[in-house]
Structures are given as C-alpha cells and as structure tokens.
C-alpha cells in the first residue's frame, strides 16, 4: 500500500512510507535529493490521452452551463437582485469556468489513482482554508498556481468523496518556498500620465462615447481609434481592483437546483466555499466601484481586449451596462484563437460579446466573429535578418496543475515539451549552438526551467522572459516558434523568417485550418518533429533571406495570413467601422 501524495508541500509527505506520486507536479526539479530518497510511484497524466481531453471538454461545457444558470440565481438571493443570467455570465462566468475545469481535474486524478493503485490514505493539511479563497478574479489567477490552493482542494476532494483515511497535520507557511509564478502588474511612469489625462479628460467626455477599455492596441492607435468615433481620447484602463474579505459566516448558503451527477454535487459543495469575495461579501462594494467609475454612463458600445477576464471592476461595470441596452464588442487579444480544435477563452468570450473581433479568421456558424485583422498592429520588419547571427527560440510553460482547457500541453506534459526543445537544440551542429539564444518563459510555475537547461546543455545562451521580444526579434536572423500561441503570429505579420515545431498531439488543430497549416509543413516553416526542424534550419541558415523569400514559401505564409492573421493598413478604421456598426444594431432583450 502507499500514501497518496498529491501536491509538492512536503509538509504532506509522509516519513517512511512507500508513496504514490498523484503527478510530476509534486516532484519540483529543485527539491529532487528529497523525493528521490522514496520508494515511490507517479500516477501517469490522464489527459495524456488526448481523446479523453476532447470528451471532458465537451461535458464540462454542459456542467459549467447548469451551473452558471444555478449560480446566478444564487448569487441574486445573496444579493437581493434581480440581476440577469448574461450579468453573472460576464461577471462570475470566468471564475466559474476555470473552477470547474480545475476541479474536474483533480477530481478524476483522484478517482485514477483510486482504481490502479492501492492507496492506505493521504496527509491532509489545517490552517490554510481562509488563505485559499480568492478575493477576485486577480487573486484567483494567483492563488491557482499555488500549492496551498491545490492542497486544500485535494483535501476537499478526499473529505467528499470518503473512503480514505485521512490524517491531519497543521499547515506551517513557514516552510514555504513561496509563490512558483503568478500574473503581476508594475505601473510605469508613462502609466501614471496616462492616468492622469485620463482624469483630466474624463470631464469633456460624453454620457453616450463608446467605452474602449484595454484594447489591446499601441496608445497611438487606441487615440487614433478615439479621433475616428468623434470623441475626447481617454484611457479608461486604470481601476483598482476590490480586495474584500472572506467572511466564513456568510459561506453557509447552498446552491439553487440540483446536480446531475457525483461530481458536480461535489463541485455545487465547494462554490460557496470557494466563490471569489468579490462576488459576495464585496459584491455591494463592487456596485460601489463602478458607480465610482469614469467610465461613459450610457455607451452604445463597450469595447475591449484584455478587461473581460480578470478585471472585475470592469466586468461589473459592463454587465451592468449590457443590461441597460450598450452592445459588448471583445477583441482577440493572442494566439490559439481562430486556431486550437478547443479553446475554453475562445467560447467565453464569443458567448458573452456581441460582436468578436478577429485577427482574421471567420466562422459561419457564429456569425458575431468579424475579422478586423491583428489588433495590435506590427508593421512588417524594416531589419536585414540575414545579415543578423542570432537564432532566437522562444519557448513556454504551463502551471504544474491544469487551469482552462485547451488543444495545447497542459500540466506535466510540459516535461515532454521540454525534452523536445533539448532535442531540437541537440540536433543542431555544433557550429549553430553558438548562435543559438533561448527565451524562457516569464513565468517558472515552480518547474525550475533555468535550473534544468543549465544542467542539460550549459553553453546555450538563456534570457530570463524580462527583454522586449520585439528587440530580440530585431536582432535575430531567424526565429524559432515552440508552440501555437501568439509570437508566431506577430512574426509572420512582420515578414520574419520563422521555423516552427511542435508535438501535433499536443497542439491540435481545427479542421478548418488543416489546410493552411499543411501548406506551411510543406514548405519548411512548419514541423512535427525537433529533429526536423533542426535539420531544416541548418541547411537555410547560410542564405535565410532566400528561402523566406522564395515564392513557395512565400504564398504560404501570405495565404496563412489572408486566412487567419491579417496585417492590413487600416486596422484601426475596420475596428471602427465594426464599433460604428454594433451600435446602430437593435439591441436584444434581456
């Protein structure tokens, strides 16, 4: 029999005991002279079976739906409101997704390990129940990546579903290594003006401008976007976020309706437990904020990029809005999109807007997605990569545990990344290594990536994730893309030369855009193989110029952006022409 070990805070582990390790999440790269000291097992990942990814996806979708309904109405009698299921959808909507998702996939880690393995019990930690519930949506993003958080749900997990024994120890935060990585925001000196402005312009604008908030545009665009709709220019992305207190006294409500299985019962038991304050305890508070707010009273539409997901402040204000008759526009703001067979951001935000704006791609079945082309317009690269000597690869990680589902790695399956980048860096002659610059990602998520690299391959040049891609970009001769997300997108728009790989079982694609992406295989750019592209890089890298200039490779990348990523002149006018539009729509009842 062996103790069930589920996350890396070793204040759980047991002494002398065989253990079985519920994923590679518990054994950090850092901490391996103490777990190495174990007879021990490590569950296998079981959204390694990529088709099991896809039909959880689907389910969940149909729970979070139910759910959503339920909680709305919750939340309404907490509130003594008659707020609409769209309001709860774009503000607690988020939160609720990514919770589900979360939960189902430690609640299914559990019933695996249960089934394969003989388990005697588990060590369950006290003391750390009020350090766990967010305040918003914020410091839910930064409580997720936390072993506490995990923790704690594991142990709820267990105190549900029974059948173990469970021993209990109290929390020490003494012993921990502190945050593995989390979304922070500084304010610069540039910010502070624009704040200012902001105030000082807030006093010429009218009830009835449209609302852009956090667009995801270069300021001059994002003024420029103002000049078109006839309006002051302001800068609305300055709100303090609420930081309200959990108050265990108003948790002790249950949710409306009734679950349709085990799970979801389970789930129905943690959302009053885990809702973010902001949404209760602090919702009148968060009404307070908005009020406070100066942002347009009355705005035909509100558009943004980046504010619908974590800023509540904003959230609220737009709910309430959309519910007093203004149009929601989101813009995309990254890669994935248009792109990922499933892409959990990709159906939040289509569900709550009104219109979509895309980097290019289209669906006829949703017809509110309107390609406008890439938000944040890069102008094609006036540098001489050829005569440049750095090969630059950009590489990635994912928290150690799951959070939002998606066709890309998730979890531990990130360590398969990771071999893959030393495969690719291995594969190249010697003589290129010395060219070779690794971009890590800005955020360790406590996988110690430096740590690792340095050990594997000690003469490859690394950059922490801190410098300005765009600068890196400048000075590279070509560019390595390690995943499907945003960087290769900004790098075709700029007529960068680019050579891609990644694991096609980990990075599915839609069918819509098989074609497209067969095409950039056929010519080079793309690979499903680190050895692959090595090999291809090395025999390009004498005259990149040539190649990324040769009319087949050419015609893919122009016929990939038509398709999915234009760069067209006037981004800022079809934005426009889209907000003027939206406006002039019959607005749906509520």
């Known amino acids: 029999m062996r103790v069930l070990v589920t996350t890396a805070l070793e204040q759980s582990w047991p002494v002398n005991e065989p253990v079985l390790?519920?994923?590679?999440?518990?054994?950090?790269?850092?901490?391996?002279?103490?777990?190495?000291?174990?007879?021990?097992?490590?569950?296998?990942?079981?959204?390694?079976?990529?088709?099991?990814?896809?039909q959880d996806y689907d389910r969940l979708i149909v729970t979070y739906e139910r759910l959503l309904t339920d909680l709305g109405e919750t939340l309404n009698d907490q509130s003594g409101s008659d707020r609409s299921d769209r309001y709860w959808r774009i503000l607690a909507g988020p939160w609720l997704g990514l919770f589900v998702q979360m939960a189902w996939d430690r609640w299914r880690m559990v019933e695996e390990a249960e089934r394969r393995v003989d388990v005697s019990g588990t060590i369950v930690l006290e003391g750390i129940e009020n350090a766990v519930v967010p305040s918003g949506m914020v410091d839910f993003t930064r409580l997720f990546t936390n072993d506490e958080w995990n923790h704690y749900l594991y142990r709820r997990i267990f105190e549900e579903r029974g059948g173990h024994a469970l021993e209990y120890r109290l929390y020490d935060p003494g012993e921990t290594e502190g945050p593995v990585g989390s979304i922070s925001l500084s304010v610069s000196t540039k910010v502070r003006m624009l704040r200012f402005w902001s105030c000082l312009a807030a006093r010429l604008a009218r009830k009835n401008d449209v609302a852009v908030v956090s667009p995801f545009m270069a300021w001059s665009a994002e003024l420029a976007l103002h000049r078109r709709l006839g309006q002051v220019p302001l800068i609305w992305s300055f709100v303090s976020q609420p930081n309200e207190r959990f108050e265990p006294r108003q948790r002790t409500w249950a949710m409306r309706g009734s679950a349709a299985d085990e799970f979801e019962s389970f789930v129905r038991v943690l959302i009053p437990e885990q809702i973010p304050a902001a949404y209760l305890e602090g919702h009148g508070r968060l009404v307070e904020m908005v009020g406070e707010a100066r942002w347009p009273a009355h705005p035909p539409v509100v558009f943004t990029s980046n504010s619908h997901y974590s800023d509540d402040v904003f959230k609220a204000w737009a709910a309430d809005r959309v519910e007093r008759g203004s149009r929601l526009a989101i813009g995309q703001h990254g890669g994935n999109f248009g792109i990922s067979r499933r892409l959990w951001n990709e159906d939040l935000e289509v569900?709550?807007?009104?219109?979509?704006?895309?980097?290019?791609?289209?669906?006829?079945?949703?017809?509110?997605?309107?390609?406008?082309?890439?938000?944040?317009?890069?102008?094609?690269?006036?540098?001489?990569?050829?005569?440049?000597?750095?090969?630059?690869?950009?590489?990635?990680?994912?928290?150690?545990?799951?959070?939002?589902?998606?066709?890309?790695?998730?979890?531990?399956?990130?360590?398969?990344?990771?071999?893959?980048?030393?495969?690719?860096?291995?594969?190249?002659?010697?003589s290129l290594r010395e060219h070779l610059l690794v971009r890590l990602y800005r955020h360790d998520y406590g996988w110690d990536q430096q740590s690792r690299w340095e050990e594997r391959l000690p003469e490859v040049r690394l950059e922490p994730g801190v410098a300005p891609i765009r600068d890196l970009i400048s000075k590279c001769r070509i560019y390595v893309s390690t995943y499907n997300a945003t960087t290769f997108l900004e790098t075709f728009a700029m007529d960068v030369p680019t050579v891609m790989f990644w694991n096609p079982d980990h990075w599915e694609l839609r069918d819509s855009v098989v074609d497209v992406f067969s095409g950039l295989h056929e010519v080079g750019i793309l690979h499903n193989s680190a050895a692959s592209a090595a090999e291809h890089l090395a025999a390009v890298w004498d005259d990149v110029v040539s190649w990324w200039g040769d009319t087949a490779v050419s015609t893919a990348r122009l016929r990939f952006n038509e398709e999915l990523n234009w760069n067209q002149s006037d981004v800022v006018g079809a934005i426009a022409r889209e907000i003027v539009d939206l406006a002039g729509e019959e607005c749906p009842r509520r």
């Open 21 to 54: 390790f519920l994923g590679e999440w518990c054994r950090r790269h850092s901490r391996r002279d103490k777990w190495q000291q174990f007879d021990s097992q490590v569950m296998p990942y079981h959204w390694d079976d990529r088709n099991r990814l896809l």
């Open 351 to 430: 569900a709550i807007a009104d219109r979509y704006l895309s980097w290019g791609w289209s669906d006829e079945s949703r017809k509110k997605i309107r390609p406008v082309g890439q938000i944040y317009d890069r102008p094609p690269s006036t540098v001489d990569h050829g005569a440049n000597e750095t090969i630059l690869m950009v590489t990635n990680t994912v928290p150690r545990q799951s959070y939002h589902l998606f066709s890309g790695m998730v979890s531990s399956q990130w360590l398969s990344y990771l071999q893959d980048q030393f495969a690719f860096v291995e594969s190249l002659p010697k």
